[in-house]
């Protein structure tokens, strides 16, 4: 089974609102990754937080990591259309131990 | 500008064809991945290589194979011993080590015809 697992499975919001997308994952890690992709093309890679992090900053992104629970969130503030993509996170041990989950798409109306 | 670049965007691929996959990268990167995305799944690994002249199988390698004979360069071939090649395919990129950043490709989207 895939180590990270995003929930929920597809977001549709109104633009303005904020987007909240939620990660859980299995086994220890040093890091957790998300990243965004927009259809048809590769995935960008948004922020990273370590395990010895709590929460981490990036413009209109605001990521959280609880180790405790094995679960990380990514928020959007004030989403725009622009932000319509589906979004991954990442978890493992770097490079080809890293494990990415199913995504969430996200869908934000103008 | 620095980045990673695969080509084509599409391909076609008739049945008992094998079909190469170009992945480019001038980031001076190490490391180098191929990962296969079905349609609501996440990416699986398919092969990766971590210096030049040696890769590793990834967890979906059978009917694929890849080389690495230079750094900036890590093609994938897809061969007519992969039953179901319809796929996106990404190639990435990244530095070695345990907490490091991936760099992909715009991704090539293979059919069968």
């Known amino acids: 089974s895939q180590q990270g697992e995003e929930d929920p499975q597809a977001l549709s919001i109104q633009e303005g609102e904020n987007a909240t997308m939620n990660c859980s994952y299995k086994?220890?890690?040093?890091?957790l990754q998300w990243y965004r992709q927009n259809s048809g093309r590769g995935l960008v890679h948004l922020i990273l937080i370590r395990s010895n992090e709590r929460e981490k900053h990036s413009g209109r992104l605001r990521v959280t990591l609880d180790t405790s629970k094995k679960s990380s969130s990514l928020l959007i503030t004030a989403s725009r259309a622009a932000d319509t993509a589906s979004y991954f996170c990442?978890?493992?041990?770097?490079?080809?131990?890293?494990?990415f989950g199913a995504g969430t798409r996200l869908f934000v109306k103008a | 500008d620095g980045g990673i670049t695969q080509s084509p965007k599409y391909l076609f691929r008739k049945e008992g064809q094998n079909v190469t996959l170009s992945c480019e990268q001038n980031?001076?990167?190490?490391?180098m991945y191929w990962y296969r995305q079905d349609p609501g799944q996440g990416l699986r690994l398919i092969y990766y290589s971590q210096i030049v002249n040696d890769f590793q199988k990834g967890d979906i390698a059978e009917g694929y194979s890849v080389s690495r004979e230079k750094k900036e360069s890590f093609p994938l071939t897809v061969t007519s011993a992969q039953k179901n090649p319809t796929a996106f395919y990404l190639c990435?990129?990244?530095?070695?080590?345990?907490?490091?950043?991936?760099?992909f490709g715009q991704g090539t989207r293979l059919t069968v015809v």
């Open positions: 086994t220890s890690i040093n890091n």
């Open positions: 990435a990129s990244s530095t070695t080590g345990m907490i490091t950043e991936a760099f």
């Open positions: 990442a978890t493992g041990g770097g490079g080809f131990k890293t494990i």
């Open positions: 980031l001076n990167h190490d490391a």
